[in-house]
């Protein structure tokens, strides 16, 4: 009999996707390793929940950065197939090396730009046409790979929502929604029931902030006498038609309001915009497509792609996989109540290093800018606060931002981001990220929107020379 779940989510790559599955179902375990990020934590879960429908017995590891050193201690355990989930493609070059001595078979499941090898098994949209950056991620990857592993009657399209957590975690939907093959997952994850998308309101926080916060730290486009101002935000809703307080008062979120009071408010929202003279551009920006996750209570975290990852990233990127991966395989209790203190933490950290940021300002190179934030900012978060300081005041959105961390007294983490119309007027922070640490002796790689490297101490002023004679190159 063909069901639904017959249809293959992304044609272009069914048929790697399925040798790559015949490959790990011919193993008798698997060791999954995967990247310390929000789309590497559910690259993980979506792949873990695929292996156990399929009875085979795995277990998980998780890498800030797979340099020569992991790959070499992944070759030294006794697990014969290794599935490499969120990174592998930027170092195949290290990892066919170890499969020709026979160290281990790997699969690898990624969406970064491949480094100059090839390996049978590697399942990467790049190979295929489709945009790592933009249309698939290292969730999406591993998806497409756990829909080649269903045998009998297993349907592993409720993994799809899992999937668009990871795809939103790498900010794939940064157009205003998810696009090309991360779309055709979204329409699985919906017919399976996991999913619903809607146009809504494009701000964060709408399960679980209060209104007026939501509208205070709606800063993407920002809102003159509200964005940044709660008392703004008050007299703002307080002014309105539409009850959003309860009983005490106290203030509702925006899952507690109606579809009709919702359009209400965000219509008003608009209005005031236009009042206050913010162009129709930034304003079409404060609406887009929310992904819900309809099997999660409303009301928290879960319920909202965005805010799911958010969580994930909380964890991850602070030697806590275990505990991101333990939320998204369904732990309700003690994971997921660990998963909100490190939220907390992860939140004042984020504004902390804005708050420096803004307060250190950045150093303009010519073609990109950059700063050094050494111990103040933790290397494994200070790329989502480069990318957050993109367009606040000091820093332009014309030109990329490179940012530098203490990784080690030895190394340091450097962090670039650039935006889409930079991307389409050559950028590319990959071949950047890659050409400018090789140049001192480091490794670097990524997206052409996004990407990282790590550097010997003392080589920061010379790979920003480089890094600014590669960007000149691309977009003279
Ligand atoms: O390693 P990985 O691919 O998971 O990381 C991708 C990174 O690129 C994320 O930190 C994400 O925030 C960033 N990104 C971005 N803007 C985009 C796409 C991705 O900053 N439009
Ligand atoms: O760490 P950060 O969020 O800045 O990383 C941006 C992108 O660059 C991610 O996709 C990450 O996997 C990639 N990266 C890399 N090699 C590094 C550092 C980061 O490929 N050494
Ligand atoms: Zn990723």
Excluded at 109 to 115: E, G, K, S, V
Aim: aromatic share 6%.
């Amino acid at each position: 009999m063909s069901t639904a779940s017959d249809a293959v989510p992304v044609p272009k790559m069914a048929d790697r996707a399925a040798d790559c599955a015949e490959r790990l179902l011919a193993a008798d375990r698997v060791l999954v390793a995967s990247h310390i990020d929000a789309d590497g934590l559910t690259s993980a879960a979506v792949a873990g929940a695929a292996l156990e429908r399929a009875g085979i017995p795995h277990e998980q590891t998780f890498y800030k950065q797979l340099d020569a050193d992991a790959i070499a201690e992944l070759a030294a355990t006794d697990y014969e197939t290794v599935l490499f989930t969120d990174f592998g493609s930027g170092q195949l070059d290290d990892i066919a090396t170890h499969e020709q001595r026979g160290d281990f078979v790997p699969v690898v499941a990624d969406h970064h730009q491949p480094a100059d090898a090839e390996t049978e098994y590697h399942l990467n949209p790049l190979l295929f046409g489709i945009n790592g950056a933009r249309e698939l991620s290292g969730a999406g990857a591993a998806y497409v790979l756990a829909r080649a592993l269903e045998r009998g009657d297993v349907d592993n399209r409720d993994l799809a929502a899992t999937a668009v957590v990871g795809a939103v975690g790498d900010m794939q939907d940064s157009d205003g929604e998810l696009q090309g093959a991360n779309a055709a997952i979204v329409e699985e994850g919906v017919a399976a029931g996991a999913l619903a998308e809607a146009k809504d309101l494009a701000v964060y926080g709408k399960q679980t902030r209060p209104l007026p916060k939501l509208l205070e730290y709606a800063t993407d486009t920002y809102v003159p006498g509200i964005s940044n101002s709660y008392t703004g935000a008050v007299d703002f809703l307080d002014d309105l038609d539409v009850d959003c307080r309860g009983d005490e008062r106290e203030w509702k979120r925006w899952v507690d309001l109606t579809d009709e009071e919702r359009q209400r408010v965000a219509s008003a929202l608009v209005q005031h915009a236009v009042r206050r003279g913010v162009p129709a551009r930034k304003i079409d920006r404060l609406v887009g497509t929310t992904y819900t996750l309809t099997n999660e209570p409303s009301g928290t975290e879960l319920r909202d792609a965005s805010e799911f990852s958010t969580l994930l990233n909380a964890t991850a990127r602070y030697d806590r996989a275990d505990v991101g991966l333990a939320v998204c395989l369904g732990d309700r209790t003690g994971a997921l109540e660990t998963a909100r203190e490190l939220l907390r933490t992860h939140r004042r950290n984020l504004s902390n290093g804005l708050d420096w940021v803004k307060e250190h300002g950045v150093t303009d190179a010519g073609n990109v800018q950059w700063f050094d934030a050494g111990d103040e900012i933790r290397e494994t978060i200070v790329g989502i606060v480069a990318g957050m300081s993109m367009g606040v005041d000091g820093v332009a959105r014309s030109k990329p931002v490179v940012a530098f961390a203490e990784e080690s007294d030895e190394e340091t983490k450097v962090s670039s981001r650039g935006t889409g119309a930079l991307v389409r007027q050559g950028l590319d922070l990959s071949n950047v990220m890659g050409e400018a640490a090789e140049a001192v002796g480091g490794g670097g790689g990524g997206h052409d929107i996004a990407a990282g490297a790590t550097i010997p101490t003392g080589t920061e002023e010379a790979f920003v020379e480089h890094a600014n004679r590669v960007v000149g190159d691309q977009l003279g």
